[in-house]
């Protein structure tokens, strides 16, 4: 009766006792519960007795039998109130403690910066020493991420150990409230889970979800006084866990897009060193003009081209393509790259830079898989041109008339076969005479009406005018590209270089 006992104070039954003087004329007077009179129950407990000063006739009697009910209908209503009133206060308390915690913790840089803060205000609210929140990392396992309280298990970092109270919950992702562990019979299945160094007398531990997907636990226990953990408690906490999912979601996601924002800068620094490792045209070599052009599908990519002057005997010039894309491409690109700036400047024919290459790529990719294809060619003063192929599409030579012709087929690409042999093959560049090199990006690029392929490549050459310059060649072939792709992207990177031999009509 205490909690009864404690709603319905003396001066609530002695100001309704004396309306009923006045309204009956009758000398009532209360006494407490057990002693002689009729009682007065209030939530099915008896708060008091009502009786007359002196003997009751039958009809005075019934006249207190009346007044007790009364007694007991106004305790029962002060006490509907009273309690209406106390779960108002807590469920304002608890929206309170909801708002501040979906709108605080958002913001939060770090898991364990957010984890901190929400479990202050998790042992402020229940009134607990001893509190923490416990988060999975990637193997699966529960990590002390934010505590509150005494003892080893509670130190930042601990690994908690397996077929434990929290690891249930966590692999479950049901809640368990024990009210008081020692209810618990010894050979219950929740006793073996039990650290009996934990001393606690009543604890709660709920899932933290997110998706539905168990990603923590928040443990409480402790409680300031003893008192035990309720159904009500669990409840809260349960809502409490519901948005320390959302918040701890939100810091996954900022730091995801700080992740990605990092790997954009680096990417865009990355591309920015590419573009300046590509040699810049047009190039004006005596008798000579070259003009390139290199897109990656991606921010960085594998495809590369040279161009090099020999000192008045011609020129080199080379365009390449690592496998695969982004960043293992363009590293492997950068490397390969530099190594044929080498190569071009010891002025050694096709084929013997083609067998260096080789030798290199097959030390520097190793087992990743990677290969490069090229086409390598040497141009003389007087037009002769010498070409070695690595797994490369052909050249194409648009000649006298329009007439377009391809060579340079056969070879291995680097990296694949040790000490792989490479032979050149040759062609005369007469006066007006324009070659293309360039990557398999060029004819898989595909369109809405297929890919761009070879036969329209060449097609698309031999109604170049003769008299255009190599630059204006380049820039039409994007062009062409582009009309042919329409709203779509291509997949691969995009490198040509086209060489005209200057003069004739």
Known sequence: MPDVAANITADDLAGWLASLRLLTNLPLEASPPGGDGEPVIANGEEIARVALRGAACGQEQARVHEAAELLSLLSQHRLARRDLAAQTARLWKELNFLTGVATSMTVQATREETARKLLGRIARLFGVSRASILLSREDGRLVVTAAIGPGPSFHIGTVVPQRGIADRVYRTGEAILVEDTATIEEGEDLAGLLHRD???????????????????????????????????????????????????????????????????????????????????????????????MCEPAAWVGGDFFQVAERGGRGLWAAVCDVSGHGISAALLMASMNAALRVLVSMDLSPAEAARSLNDLMVADAGDSGLYL?????????????????????????????????????????????????????????????????????????????????????????????????????????????????????????????????????
């Open 373 to 505: 294809t090229a086409a390598l060619i040497q141009v003389d003063g007087d037009g002769r041109a010498s070409l070695c192929s690595l797994g490369h599409p052909p050249a194409l030579v648009q000649g006298r008339g329009g007439t377009v012709t391809a060579f340079g087929l056969g070879g291995a690409p680097a990296g694949i076969i040790e000490e792989e042999v490479y032979r050149e093959d040759h062609v005369t560049l007469e006066p007006g005479d324009r070659l293309l090199l360039f990557t398999d990006g060029v004819t898989e690029a595909e369109g809405p009406a297929g890919p761009f392929g070879e036969e329209r490549l060449m097609g698309w050459l031999a109604s170049r005018p003769r008299r255009e310059t190599a630059e204006e060649t380049s820039v039409g072939l994007r062009a062409a590209l582009a009309g042919h792709l329409g709203q779509r992207r291509t997949n691969d990177d995009v490198t040509f270089l086209v060489l005209h031999r200057q003069g004739g009509d």
């Open 198 to 292: 934990a001393r606690a007398s009543s604890f709660l531990s709920v899932p933290i979800l997110s998706n539905g997907i168990p990603i923590g636990v928040i443990n409480v226990t402790d409680r300031h006084g003893g008192r035990p953990f309720r159904a009500k408690d669990e409840k809260l906490i349960v809502a409490i866990a519901a948005q320390a999912g959302i918040a701890f979601d939100n810091v996954r996601l900022l730091e995801e897009a700080r992740r990605s924002e990092a790997v954009k800068r680096e990417l865009e620094i990355a591309a920015t060193i590419q573009r300046a490792l590509l040699p810049r045209g047009p190039f004006r070599i005596p008798g000579f003009e070259v003009f390139g």
